[in-house]
C-alpha cells in the first residue's frame, strides 16, 4: 500500500518562509492533499495538486510537486505565529480505492515571534 | 451550512464500559471515516463505510464496532476489549470519487478514568 512519510518538526521565525516536504510511495495517486491541524481541532484542507501539475500557488501558499522522485513539498510565505500547527500531507490510494486516503505522520511547525 | 459534527467533545469512560462516539454529516457524502489519533502520532484508520449498510475495517479495527445505518450517520462504539482508548478520535467524510479530498469533524477526546 501507499506510504507517505514527513519529517516531524521545523522551527521558522516569524516572516520567514517555511518548506515542509513529503514523499510518498504510490505513483498511481492522481490528487496530493495538505492539511491543517491547529491544537484540539479536527484537519483543515489547505490546498490539494493533481498529479498532471508542477506546481499550484494559492496566495501565500506554493505546493511544489516532483513526480519522478514522489516528492512534495508546501511553501508558506511570510509565515505568521498563526501558521503554528501540524501539517499533514495525503494522497489518495490507486486502483480503485476510490478517494481513500493516506496521510504522513504530520510536520508540526513552530513560529518563532 | 454544510459541515460534520462530532460529539461530544470531551468523553471520560470508566474501565469496563462501552462508549459511543457521535458523528453526523449534512453534506451528502457517501463515504465516512473514523481516525484515531495519539499525541505526537499520525492519523490511523479504524474503520470506513463507503455506502450505507456497509463498513470494512481498517488498520486498527480491535475494539471498535461502527454501524452506518443512514448516510448521515456513522456512529463509532469504543468497546471494553479496546485495551487504550485514550485518544483524539477524528470523523470525516468525503464524495467518495475525484478528488476533493476529506472533510473532517473538530474530533472527541476519549479519556479513560
Known amino acids: 500500500g501507499e506510504d507517505v512519510e514527513q519529517s516531524l518538526f521545523l522551527s521558522v521565525r516569524e516572516g520567514d518562509s517555511s518548506v515542509i516536504n513529503c514523499t510518498y510511495t504510490?505513483?498511481?495517486?492522481?490528487?496530493l492533499y495538505w492539511y491543517k491541524q491547529e491544537p484540539g481541532a479536527g484537519l483543515q484542507l489547505l490546498t490539494y495538486i493533481f498529479s498532471n501539475m508542477d506546481m499550484k500557488q494559492d496566495q501565500r501558499l506554493t505546493v511544489l510537486l516532483n513526480k519522478k522522485d514522489k516528492h512534495l513539498s508546501l511553501r508558506i510565505a511570510d509565515t505568521q505565529t498563526g501558521d503554528s500547527a501540524i501539517y499533514f500531507c495525503a494522497g489518495n490510494r490507486g486502483n480503485n480505492a476510490g478517494n481513500m486516503l493516506t496521510f504522513g505522520g504530520g510536520t508540526r511547525l513552530m513560529v518563532k515571534p | 451550512d454544510g459541515g460534520i459534527t462530532q460529539s461530544p467533545k470531551y468523553l471520560f469512560r470508566k474501565e469496563g464500559q462501552n462508549v459511543t462516539l457521535s458523528c453526523e454529516q449534512n453534506?451528502?457524502?457517501?463515504?465516512m471515516y473514523w481516525y484515531r489519533q495519539d499525541p505526537g502520532q499520525g492519523l490511523r484508520l479504524i474503520y470506513y463505510?463507503?455506502?450505507?449498510?456497509?463498513?470494512q475495517k481498517g488498520d486498527i479495527a480491535e475494539g471498535y464496532s461502527v454501524s452506518r445505518e443512514k448516510k448521515e450517520s456513522f456512529p463509532l462504539t469504543v468497546t471494553s476489549a479496546q485495551k487504550n482508548p485514550t485518544a483524539f478520535y477524528l470523523c470525516?467524510?468525503?464524495?467518495?470519487?475525484?478528488?476533493?479530498?476529506?472533510?473532517f469533524g473538530s474530533g472527541t477526546r476519549l479519556t479513560v478514568v
Open positions: 504510490d505513483s498511481s495517486s492522481t490528487y
Open positions: 470525516a467524510s468525503s464524495i467518495g470519487t475525484g478528488g476533493y479530498g476529506y472533510t
Open positions: 463505510s463507503q455506502i450505507v449498510n456497509d463498513f
Open positions: 453534506l451528502n457524502h457517501d463515504a
